[in-house]
Nanobody
Framework: QVQLVESGGGLVQAGGSLRLSCAVS????????MAWYRQVPGKQRGVVAA???????ACADSVKGRFTISRDNEKNAVYLQKNSLKPEDTAIYYC?????????WGQGTQVTVSS
């Protein structure tokens, strides 16, 4: 069973930066896709950024130019660098890793951006 643990969330002022980390219990070398999602209470969880095994990235329009997803195969980790944070970025952020048809989720980390 693959386990994911997110860290790096917290409280930050608008305009600030945070880097979220996702530690994966197994090797991510063969993972097909890694992604970050976020969820606000009362709303559906939505993808923020994704990274494929052949290094193709995609970001939601709302975070383009501000968020960057990356991976470190040696550390079995996935990161989300978040710059120029806005109050509307406040959410619980979840990391996912997909191996073929299996998608694994972390427990989430809270990010709160104050205005």
């Amino acid at each position: 069973q693959v386990q994911l643990v997110e860290s790096g969330g917290g409280l930050v002022q608008a305009g600030g930066s945070l880097r979220l980390s996702c530690a994966v219990s197994g090797s991510i070398f063969s993972a097909d896709t890694m992604a970050w999602y976020r969820q606000v209470p009362g709303k559906q969880r939505g993808v923020v950024a994704a990274l494929t095994n052949d290094s193709i990235t995609a970001c939601a329009d709302s975070v383009k130019g501000r968020f960057t997803i990356s991976r470190d195969n040696e550390k079995n980790a996935v990161y989300l660098q978040k710059n120029s944070l806005k109050p509307e970025d406040t959410a619980i952020y979840y990391c996912t890793v997909q191996f073929r048809q299996h998608i694994y989720w972390g427990q989430g980390t809270q990010v709160t951006v104050s205005s």
